[in-house]
């Protein structure tokens, strides 16, 4: 049974259960456009690379098809809450909904419940106390990436596809959600014409938070890779930092992936196949983010900028971008070495990210304890 709530009030644990349907609906429409063959792949806005070299910020058909499914179901469930949708806060959508998606988000908010939804919706699944009974809307923030790495989905990549969804109460990310769409792709059966056949059955939702763990999704967490040096991390395809190449010296750093695809990272470390990831620089938003700090902090680790301040996801139009880079980790105590490194390793070349003005960053809470210390005038 649904549960009764009064007007202007969210109960967390349903709003992640309707999550965890529309990712799988999400995965859906993905593989759908990708069945069809044409991407509707847009430029968004080329973005330079350290080297100079031009980079394209894609968005396609995909991205909008999802984005425009979840902003209506969520409108329908919970109209009161704030939803901040990377296509939508870029204007970046344009064009009618299609009669069945919007039919699709009818059913997701009106329908049953699957299995895993209904557990997340559930007090059975752990969530903290705080979160049991109805909170207030305007304490709430749905922050969503409908396709994450697009330009490596525009460009063939599968594997790598996440559908990201977090939920932030206070300004702290409590649940997140990923889907990884074409997770047990087969490119090889691909490239022999298989595709179609072997698309239907594929794709994985990963959920949870603080409380309740890491959910769904065949993660299997005590998997783990040894314990560093090498920190195995993943990195982003392209270089536009002087700054990375001297921290990976100083981490002793292997790469575990390069690929630009933040969500795919966060499985990646989930999953224990890399220590950390590494953003050292603005490239990322609260979108890419939000899901992926609650899933590490649910592991016993977690997110934060480059030198191991956090982030406040509190709703601010004018805070969405990660100004001050991106670190994730699921060990607490090997975050708290890895940015205590990254601040010691970048502070003679320059007053970065300190000198960064970020409305978002939550001022004194690096997890190492440092404080920053003087940089030469």
Not at 232 to 258: F, G, T, Y
Not at 338 to 346: A, C, K, L, P, W
Request: proline content about 5%.
């Amino acid at each position: 049974a649904r549960r009764a709530m009064a007007a202007g009030t969210v109960h967390v644990p349903s709003l992640v259960g309707l999550l965890v349907d529309l990712a799988d609906a999400s995965g859906a429409v993905i593989r759908e456009v990708t069945r069809g063959g044409d991407l509707g792949v847009r430029d968004k806005g080329a973005i330079p690379t350290l080297d100079g070299a031009l980079v394209a910020d894609a968005q396609t058909e995909a991205d909008r098809r999802v984005e425009a499914l979840l902003l209506a179901a969520l409108a329908r469930a919970h109209a009161e809450v704030v939803v901040v949708g990377e296509e939508s806060s870029e204007g970046e959508m344009d064009g009618e909904m299609r009669e069945a998606d919007a039919e699709a988000a009818r059913r997701l908010v009106e329908g049953a419940r699957s299995t895993e939804a209904e557990l997340a919706a559930s007090q059975e699944a752990g969530w903290p106390e705080a979160l049991r009974e109805p909170v207030d809307a305007s304490r709430v923030v749905v922050y969503a990436d409908p396709l994450d790495g697009t330009n490596e989905y525009a460009g063939g990549e599968r594997e790598a596809v996440t559908v990201l969804m977090g939920v932030a109460v206070d300004g702290r990310p409590v649940a997140g959600v990923i889907h990884q769409p074409f997770h047990g792709y087969d490119a090889r059966a691909a490239a022999d014409g298989q595709t179609d056949e072997r698309l239907a059955p594929l794709g994985r939702t990963v959920w949870g938070g603080p409380g309740v763990g890491v959910r769904g999704g065949g993660v299997r967490m005590e998997a783990r890779v040894s314990a560093p040096p090498p920190l195995r991390a993943c990195l982003q395809r392209n270089l536009r930092d002087a700054r990375q190449e001297p921290c990976c010296e100083a981490l002793q750093v292997e790469e575990a992936c390069r690929i630009s695809a933040t969500g795919y990272h966060w499985l990646r470390v989930l999953e224990g196949s890399a220590h950390c990831n590494l953003m050292l620089r603005k490239a990322s938003k609260k979108w890419d983010s939000c899901a992926g700090e609650a899933l590490l902090v649910a592991a016993g680790g977690g997110v934060t900028d480059t030198v191991g301040r956090l982030y406040d996801y509190t709703h601010n139009p004018d805070a969405v971008q990660n100004l001050c880079g991106l670190v994730g980790f699921a060990d607490r105590a090997l975050g708290e070495r890895v940015t205590r490194t990254i601040q010691e390793t970048i502070a003679p070349l320059g007053d970065y990210p300190y000198d960064v003005d970020d409305g978002s960053v939550m001022p004194g809470t690096e997890i190492h304890g440092n404080v920053r210390h003087d940089v030469a005038a």
